[in-house]
C-alpha cells in the first residue's frame, strides 16, 4: 500500500498534466496555467462575458417584434350622478387582444439587427479583454519570475560578502590585513543589504499584482501568497517581420472589428429613426365583455369577439424625428473616426512593441557580453590580489560588477518577453502564431539558454577563490 500512493500520484500527473503542481498547501502555476486561471477568474473578464448575455437579452427583446403580442385589459368604473338618468352607474369592460406587426416602416427589421450586431461587438470587446488580460498576466508572471532571481542574485551576494568580511575579520585578527579591509567589506555588505530588502519588497508586490489579475482575493493578516508559480525566467530568442505584424493586426485586432461594428450600428439607427416618418400598421383580434350603460339599448352584460386594423402615422412629429435623425448621422461621424483613430492606436502599439523587442534583443546581446568581461574581470582581480599586484577594493568592486551586469541581463530578458507579449496582443495572436521561427528551435538549444541563465543569475561562489 505504501508503494501505491506515490504510484497513483505519478500516473495521475502523467494522465493530467495541465493541473498545476502543489507546493506545501497551495498550487504552482506555470505560465499557461496563470493565464487559464485569469481566463476563468479575472474580474473584467467576467464582466465582460455578462455584457455579452445582456446584448443577447436585447437580441431577444428586438425579435418580439416579430411574433405576435397577446395582451388583456380591464376596466371598472362606478359614476356619481347629479340629478336623475336612466344610465347605469357602474360600467366595466375586459378585453383579450392578439396583436401582430404587419408594417414597421422598417423599424423591427432594424432593432433586430441593431441586437445582432450588438452581440457581434460585445463578443469582440470580451475578445479584446481577453487578449489583454492575457498580455498582463504573462508581464506579471514573467515580472515575478524577475524579481524572484533577483532575490536568488541578491542573497547569494550578500552570504559570499558576509563570508568575506568575515575572512577579512580572521586575518585582520591573524595581524595579515589591516583594519581598511575589514571597514571596506563592511560598507560593501552595508550597501548589498537594501538591495536584497527592495527586491524581496518588489516581489511581493509582483505577487500582489498577479493575485489581482487571478482575482484573487488575500486574507486578513495573510503572509505567504494563496498560490506560486513555477519555471525560470527564460529567452528564445524571436525574429518577427513587421509589416506582417501590421497587417496582422489590422485584419485580426478585436478592438477594430468592434469600431466597425460601430458604424454599422449607426447605419441601422438610421433607418429606425426614419421609420418614425412611415405608417405602422397593426392586425389584431380578440374577445371582449363589456357592459352597456344604456338600458334602453339592451341588457347590461354582453360579449363578442373583435377584429380590425389599426393605423398610425405621425404626420408632423415638430421635428423631433429630424432630429434624430442628425444626431445619429453625427454619431456615425463619430465612428469613423473612432475606427480611423483605432488604426492608428494598434499601430502605433505594434511598432512600439516590435521597436522594443528589437532595443531587448541588442541589450541582451550587449548584455552577455558584458557578464562575460565582468566575469574575467574579476578573475583577474583576484589573481593581481594573489601576486601583490592589486587591493581587495578592485576585488570588492569587481564582484559587485558581476551582480550587477547579471542582474541587468536578468531585467533585459524580462524586458524581451514583456515586449513579446505586447506584439503578441497588438496582433490579437498567439507569439507562436506570429511566425517568430520558434519551430526551427530545437529542444536542445532551449536548454542551452536556460542553462546560460541560471548561470549568469549566480554569483561567484567565494571572493577569495579563482
Not at 473584467?44 to 448575455?53: D, G, Q, W
Not at 519555471?231 to 497587417?247: F, H, I, K, S, V
Not at 433607418?271 to 389584431?284: I, T, Y
Not at 541560471?454 to 567565494?462: F, G, L
Amino acid at each position: 500500500m505504501r508503494l501505491k500512493f506515490p504510484a497513483i500520484s505519478m500516473l495521475i500527473a502523467a494522465v493530467l498534466p495541465g493541473l498545476p503542481k502543489v507546493v506545501g498547501a497551495v498550487p504552482a502555476y506555470t505560465i499557461e496555467q496563470a493565464v487559464a486561471v485569469a481566463q476563468d477568474h479575472n474580474p473584467e473578464i467576467l464582466i465582460a462575458r455578462k455584457k455579452v448575455l445582456a446584448a443577447r437579452g436585447g437580441f431577444i427583446e428586438a425579435r418580439s417584434g416579430y411574433l405576435p403580442s397577446l395582451t388583456s385589459s380591464g376596466l371598472y368604473d362606478k359614476r356619481q350622478t347629479q340629478s336623475e338618468t336612466n344610465l347605469r352607474q357602474e360600467d366595466y369592460d375586459a378585453t383579450v387582444r392578439l396583436e401582430q406587426n404587419l408594417y414597421t416602416g422598417g423599424a423591427v427589421t432594424s432593432q433586430v439587427a441593431i441586437a445582432k450586431l450588438n452581440i457581434d461587438k460585445a463578443n469582440y470587446e470580451l475578445q479584446e479583454i481577453v487578449s489583454r488580460v492575457m498580455m498582463d498576466v504573462r508581464i506579471a508572471f514573467n515580472e515575478l519570475l524577475l524579481n524572484r532571481a533577483k532575490v536568488h542574485v541578491r542573497e547569494e551576494s550578500v552570504r559570499v560578502l558576509d563570508e568575506e568580511l568575515r575572512n577579512q575579520q580572521e586575518q585582520l585578527s591573524a595581524g595579515i590585513v589591516g583594519k581598511l579591509n575589514v571597514q571596506r567589506a563592511e560598507v560593501v555588505l552595508a550597501n548589498e543589504r537594501p538591495e536584497l530588502f527592495n527586491t524581496q519588497t518588489e516581489l511581493k508586490n509582483s505577487y500582489l499584482r498577479l493575485g489581482e489579475l487571478f482575482g484573487v482575493d488575500l486574507r486578513p493578516g495573510a503572509q505567504a501568497p494563496p498560490f506560486e508559480i513555477s519555471g525560470e525566467l527564460q529567452y528564445l530568442r524571436n525574429d518577427p517581420d513587421l509589416t506582417d505584424c501590421l497587417a496582422r493586426a489590422d485584419a485580426n485586432r478585436w478592438v477594430l472589428k468592434a469600431r466597425q461594428k460601430d458604424i454599422e450600428i449607426e447605419d441601422r439607427q438610421y433607418v429606425l429613426d426614419r421609420s418614425e416618418l412611415r405608417p405602422h400598421v397593426r392586425a389584431f383580434s380578440g374577445y371582449e365583455v363589456y357592459s352597456e350603460r344604456d338600458p334602453s339599448v339592451g341588457p347590461e352584460f354582453n360579449y363578442g369577439g373583435v377584429v380590425g386594423i389599426n393605423a398610425t402615422w405621425n404626420i408632423f412629429d415638430g421635428f423631433a424625428t429630424k432630429g434624430r435623425m442628425q444626431a445619429t448621422r453625427a454619431r456615425r461621424g463619430a465612428a469613423v473616426q473612432a475606427l480611423g483613430a483605432a488604426r492608428r492606436s494598434v499601430a502605433s502599439e505594434v511598432r512600439s512593441a516590435f521597436f522594443d523587442l528589437q532595443q531587448a534583443e541588442h541589450v541582451l546581446e550587449t548584455e552577455t557580453t558584458n557578464v562575460q568581461t565582468a566575469d574575467e574581470a574579476l578573475e583577474m582581480a583576484k589573481g593581481n590580489l594573489a601576486a601583490g599586484l592589486g587591493t581587495q577594493l578592485d576585488v570588492l568592486q569587481a564582484a559587485s560588477d558581476v551582480t550587477r551586469t547579471r542582474t541587468t541581463r536578468l531585467s533585459a530578458i524580462y524586458l524581451h518577453n514583456v515586449a513579446l507579449a505586447r506584439l503578441a496582443h497588438a496582433c490579437a495572436s498567439s507569439a507562436e502564431a506570429l511566425d517568430f521561427k520558434l519551430q526551427t528551435r530545437n529542444a536542445k538549444n532551449e536548454n542551452r539558454n536556460a542553462a546560460q541563465v541560471s548561470d549568469v543569475a549566480r554569483p561567484p561562489q567565494k571572493l577569495g577563490q579563482r
